[in-house]
């Protein structure tokens, strides 16, 4: 019965097995307004945000700092940071925003918070976007997997 509640859903992680996103966009009478998937300069995602565009869905970047010491230590992102007087957070954050996700870093630490909210302030060049684009691997540092996942098997949108 329908009872008229739901009207915007979000769905997150079902890039692990694409059938059932594609499955959801194909039988879902309120579609998606997001979908939350990692997504950080190692792992770009650029055929699943392509995916997500062309059905007018938005993109949250899921873990936006990837694994963090990975990053963190990447000579491009580093080199980067030094020159706009930034961390490597806020250069990774920065970028998600210009190129135009959604994403929200978790932290308990309020100096940390404070410079997520920093990123707002400053702008990255088109060159340095191109820089941070480069690094893209689609290497994931979520460990979850396919099989993992199987319990959504029988997921309908009717549940």
């Known amino acids: 019965m329908k009872a008229g509640k739901v009207r915007a859903i979000g769905l997150s992680n079902f890039?692990?097995?694409?059938?059932?996103?594609?499955?959801?966009?194909a039988?879902?009478?309120?579609?998606?307004?997001?979908?939350q998937i990692e997504?950080?300069?190692?792992a770009q995602r650029r055929a699943f945000r392509q995916k997500c565009a062309e059905n007018n869905i938005a993109v949250e970047g899921w873990y936006?700092?990837?694994?963090?010491?990975?990053?963190?230590?990447?000579?491009?992102?580093?080199?980067?940071?030094g020159r706009y007087g930034k961390?490597?957070?806020?250069?990774?954050?920065?970028?998600?925003?210009?190129?135009?996700?959604?994403?929200?870093?978790?932290?308990?630490?309020e100096a940390h918070i404070r410079q997520n909210i920093s990123?707002?302030?400053f702008e990255l060049s088109p060159e340095d976007m191109e820089r941070?684009?480069?690094?893209?691997?689609?290497?994931?540092?979520?460990?979850?997997?396919?099989?993992?996942?199987?319990?959504?098997?029988?997921?309908t949108p009717e549940d």
């Open 64 to 81: 936006p700092l990837g694994g963090n010491s990975v990053l963190f230590a990447d000579p491009v992102i580093n080199e980067i940071a």
């Open 27 to 35: 039988r879902a009478e309120i579609k998606p307004a997001i979908v």
């Open 87 to 109: 961390t490597p957070a806020e250069i990774i954050l920065r970028w998600h925003v210009q190129e135009g996700f959604s994403t929200i870093p978790g932290s308990r630490n």
């Open 119 to 121: 990123v707002l302030g």
């Open 15 to 25: 890039d692990l097995n694409e059938k059932l996103f594609d499955d959801v966009i």
């Open 39 to 42: 997504l950080h300069p190692y």
């Open 132 to 155: 941070i684009r480069g690094l893209d691997r689609e290497e994931r540092f979520y460990t979850g997997t396919f099989e993992s996942s199987q319990r959504f098997n029988d997921w």
